[in-house]
């Protein structure tokens, strides 16, 4: 493997590679192959930006047309044909269909961009500075995003102070038993709680890097109450959840909320081309004109493969083959729950957003390695890395999952060998909780 180049130039900060050392070379569908031609299957798909697989036919087809016939590639916000095209296939086939009214604004391609902007409007809007934002959350690297994340050391990152943030319990958090909910319905109510009303909420409904942490509908609804008694925007960072990953577009449909404001990226473009955006509710899009901008803001080639991204959920036959992978995924994982409970702890995440909290890092990071040697792509999340994420593409096919599946069978197999050679001390810790 010759990588002396990227690793004599490249910067020190470098990860993945680290974790998947190989030079990859071609991808299709949920398949990706190294420069020695051994295929990988991609559990990882580009930390949740690959929901649609690799060039996935549908969505490149019209990306190379478009190149092809000197077309608008760069437009900042100026209109352009593709952006009236994307905007007409949102519109019509993601958000009316599902009920839902929104301002689109197209901040920078990334999707802390997008949270950097939702952030700043709910601020502007309701006249507040403060943020309400929850244990373990991940909301990017740029300076606003950073202070509304939960890690200590996503937190220290930069080294300038994080004002104005205002951390509470995630559902679950601490455990089942603590209710956050009614926790932050009662300190905002009592003006003895020494906590100032925020200008937003701002949430993940599964935290992913956090550690597949899922919130359950009653809570979210309950969230979004609290919100509206008090005057509090509601924003869902949908980055990773959105976009498909959890069987439907939204992550939030299952709950039936209808936050104020929403921040899609990752998956959006379908392509893995950069695109975000931001949803806003009509009242709320009190921007001025040129307000906040961005270079990128008019990535018109990740327009094209985003409108073909929605095309594809006017299928119902494409809804419904990803509800079945669904099934077929969490059936998967109970049953790995099941035959490997030294490994692993349980099942999170939910729909195609899945995870397997394991019983230490140690045995994560085994799992991994000899996933990796055996052809499949997965990561860690979680603050003490103790997390599988099962990140599939939602088009993969049953062959391929079967296939992923037997892997990740494999390595905790030969994982659950090294740890525990006797009975006894493995059934010591399958007993424990
Ligand atoms: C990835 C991610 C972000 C940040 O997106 P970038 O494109 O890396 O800036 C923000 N929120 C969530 C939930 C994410 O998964």
């Known amino acids: 493997m010759n990588t002396n180049v990227i690793a004599a130039h490249e910067s020190n900060v470098r990860r993945y590679s680290r974790s998947f050392p190989a030079v990859f070379t071609k991808a299709r569908g949920a398949t990706i192959w190294d420069e020695t031609g051994k295929p990988y299957i991609d559990f990882f798909v580009g930390s949740g930006a690959l929901n649609y697989g690799h060039n996935n036919p549908k969505i490149i087809a019209p990306a190379i047309e478009y190149l092809l016939g000197e077309n608008i590639l760069l437009s900042l916000d100026m209109y352009t044909s593709a952006k009236r095209e994307f905007i007409e296939l949102f519109v019509g086939l993601i958000l009316r269909p599902r009920g839902l009214s929104y301002k689109i604004q197209f901040p920078g391609p990334t999707g802390t961009s997008a949270n950097e902007a939702a952030l700043a409007l709910a601020r502007k809007y309701t006249g507040r500075s403060s943020v309400m934002a929850f244990t373990n959350a991940f909301h990017g690297m740029s300076l606003g995003s950073l202070a509304v994340s939960g890690s200590a050391s996503t937190r220290k990152l930069g080294g300038v102070a994080r004002h104005d943030v205002i951390r509470v319990p995630y559902d679950g958090y601490p455990n089942r038993s603590f209710d956050s909910a009614s926790y932050i319905d009662y300190v905002l109510g009592d003006p003895g709680s020494g906590i100032e009303k925020p200008a937003a909420i701002i949430l993940e409904t599964i935290q992913a890097e956090g550690g597949m942490n899922t919130a359950s509908a009653a809570w979210l609804a309950e969230i979004q109450r609290i919100c509206r008694e008090h005057g509090i925007v509601l924003i869902v960072d949908d980055i990773q959840a959105g976009a498909g990953r959890t069987g439907d577009f939204f992550s939030f449909e299952f709950a039936e909320i209808e936050p104020d404001i929403v921040c899609l990226s990752k998956s959006l473009s379908g392509s893995g081309s950069p695109l975000s955006i931001v949803l806003i509710r009509p009242d709320i899009d009190i921007w001025n004109p040129g307000e906040h901008s961005g270079t990128f803001r008019g990535n018109n080639l990740a327009f094209v493969t985003a409108g073909a991204m929605c095309k594809m959920w006017s299928d119902r036959q494409f809804a419904t083959s990803v509800k079945r992978t669904t099934i077929a995924l969490q059936g998967h994982l109970d049953r790995l729950v099941e035959k490997f409970p030294r490994a692993i702890e349980q099942k999170r995440g939910r729909g195609l957003m899945a995870g397997l ?77």
């Open 357 to 433: 909290k394991c019983r230490s890092q140690a045995t994560v990071g085994q799992v991994h390695d000899v996933a990796f040697e055996n052809g499949l792509l997965i990561e860690s999340s979680g603050p003490n890395r103790d997390v599988i994420k099962v990140l599939p593409p939602i088009t993969i096919t049953d062959d391929e999952l079967n296939r992923a599946i037997a892997i990740l069978d494999h390595a905790l197999q030969e994982h659950t060998h090294d740890d525990f050679p006797n009975d006894s001390s493995a059934s010591h810790l399958a007993t424990r909780n």
